[in-house]
Each structure stands twice: as C-alpha cells, then as structure tokens.
C-alpha cells in the first residue's frame, strides 16, 4: 500500500513563492518516480512535472527535488501566476496511488 499526503499550499500574491511537499509511504521504489499534477477549478488535471520534464507553462519557475532519507518530495514553486491557482497532486505515475491534493491559490 502506498500513502502519499501534500501538505503547503495556501494564498499567494501573483510574484510570490511556495514550496509543497509530499511524504511518501508504503511500497515505493524509486521518489523519481512521483510526480506532480494540478487540476484547476473547471479544468481536466494536467501535468506539472514528472521525472525531469516540466510542462511548459511552469518550466524555469518549478523545480522538483527529492530528499531520499525522508521519503519527500518536493515542488518549489517561484514568480507564481494567478494561472497557477489549482489543487496540486502528488502522484505514484502508472500506479492509482494519488494524494488528497493542497490548494494554491495565487491572487492580489
């Protein structure tokens, strides 16, 4: 069984920074192969990047890290859009295993 729980999300002024993270549980063999989507309200969930490939709209502004020794995973977000605004989801790729999800919300 695999557990996977996001945690900081939260309000953000256009310009801004976060940092979400995700621990990880259970029968996980590699972190590279955790992800991290968003789906925003209205919208299908999309990609935001797994293993190195970042979606277009956040390349150069996201970047993925992974701490081996705490079974986290990281997504530190810089220059956040209000586009960005969306439910973020770590992901276990080509497994079922999703986490609960952490609200980003960029707005003035």
């Known amino acids: 069984q695999v557990r996977l729980v996001e945690s900081g999300g939260g309000l953000v002024q256009p310009g801004g920074s976060l940092r979400l993270s995700c621990a990880a549980s259970?029968?996980?063999?590699?972190?590279?192969?955790l992800g991290w989507y968003r789906q925003a309200p209205g919208k299908q969930r999309e990609l935001v990047v797994v293993?190195?490939n970042y979606a277009a709209p956040v390349k150069g502004r996201f970047t993925i890290s992974r701490d081996n020794a705490k079974n986290m995973v990281y997504l530190q977000m810089n220059n956040l859009k209000p586009e960005d605004t969306a439910v973020y989801y770590c992901?276990?790729?080509?497994?079922?295993?999703w986490g609960q999800g952490t609200q980003v919300t960029v707005s003035s």
């Open positions: 259970g029968s996980i063999s590699n972190l590279y192969n």
């Open positions: 992901h276990l790729v080509n497994t079922p295993y």
């Open positions: 293993f190195a």
